[in-house]
């Protein structure tokens, strides 16, 4: 797997190791990219009909005259 270096706010690395629960800010990054990407994917899955103009509609009555 390719590996990519990135430089970061040491408190920002710090804040994101505390809050998941991590040793190093590697797998603090990691951890949060992943979740990133999968909250992503599950927004995009959700909201994927609306996207492609597929979103269902309802047949509404229309008003009665007279």
């Not at 710090?14 to 990133?36: C, F, H, W």
């Not at 994927?48 to 008003?63: N, S």
């Amino acid at each position: 797997m390719a590996q990519v270096t990135v430089t970061l706010d040491a408190n920002l690395a710090i804040d994101a190791m505390l809050l998941s629960g991590t040793k190093n800010p590697q797998d603090a990054v990691e951890l949060v990219l992943r979740d990133y990407l999968s909250r992503g994917r599950r927004t995009e899955t959700r909201t994927a009909e609306a996207a492609d103009g597929h979103r269902p509609t309802v047949d509404r009555p229309t008003a009665q005259e007279g």
